[in-house]
T-cell receptor
Framework: NAGVTQTPKFRVLKTGQSMTLLCAQDMNHEYMYWYRQDPGMGLRLIHYSVGEGTTAKGEVPDGYNVSRLKKQNFLLGLESAAPSQTSVYFC?????????????????FGDGTRLSIL | AQSVTQLDSHVSVSEGTPVLLRCNYSSSYSPSLFWYVQHPNKGLQLLLKYTSAATLVKGINGFEAEFKKSETSFHLTKPSAHMSDAAEYFCVVSDRRGSTLGRLYFGRGTQLTVWP
């Protein structure tokens, strides 16, 4: 069972370079999310998507772009990398969540991408 | 607005002794609450989930958490720690309203160390 797969697992970039992080899920989840994790900060939401072709900003969206062209894939792009974007990036996915408490679906996480910007 | 406060950034226990990881939350509505665990160089794994069906929630690996609305707390406990429990633990509250359905708000994490 693959679950949520992130590629690459590690990457080192120079300031100003661009790159795309790929997230793929095989659970037919409607919702997908990108987070960054920094020491002592927990996880902060960058962008998310509630369906194919739709994306929305999270808490810390600046400097990132996303696309959800296929239901199973969610791409995170850095157009011009900055040292402040050095972090561990996690992708997650979940089934659609409804308004009832019992509808709240847990999120399933990938193993992360460790990104260093020099 | 939703927020989560994990009261301890680090907790150390001896193997075989009880574990208590404390969490307080703030939510404008009846919240959904979760505990996730993260082992080194891994993603987050769901331990347990509270959605008002029962105030005492049992999770995997012998963990459980009790929802106390009057105290706005959702503390995680385990009767007897095992070496494999050493990890970082995150308390999480969910926003289920409006256009942000399903968004999670994370605490800053509690690092659990288990001594032999």
């Amino acid at each position: 069972n693959a679950g949520v797969t992130q590629t690459p697992k590690f990457r080192v970039l120079k300031t100003g370079q661009s790159m795309t992080l790929l997230c793929a899920q095989d659970m037919n989840h409607e919702y997908m999310y990108w987070y960054r994790q920094d020491p002592g900060m927990g996880l902060r939401l960058i962008h998310y998507s509630v369906g194919e072709g739709t994306t929305a900003k999270g808490e810390v969206p600046d400097g990132y772009n996303v696309s959800r062209l296929k239901k199973q894939n969610f791409l995170l792009g850095l157009e011009s990398a900055a040292p402040s974007q050095t972090s561990v990036y996690f992708c997650a996915s979940s089934h659609r969540t409804g308004r009832r408490e019992s509808d709240n679906q847990p999120q399933h996480f990938g193993d992360g991408t460790r990104l260093s910007i020099l | 607005a939703q927020s989560v406060t994990q009261l301890d950034s680090h907790v150390s226990v001896s193997e075989g002794t009880p574990v208590l990881l404390r969490c307080n939350y703030s939510s404008s509505y009846s919240p959904s609450l979760f505990w996730y665990v993260q082992h080194p160089n891994k993603g987050l794994q769901l331990l347990l989930k509270y959605t008002s069906a029962a105030t005492l929630v049992k999770g995997i690996n012998g963990f459980e958490a009790e929802f106390k609305k009057s105290e706005t707390s959702f503390h995680l406990t385990k009767p007897s720690a095992h070496m494999s429990d050493a990890a970082e633990y995150f308390c999480v509250v969910s926003d289920r309203r409006g256009s942000t359905l399903g968004r999670l708000y994370f605490g800053r994490g509690t690092q659990l160390t288990v001594w032999p």
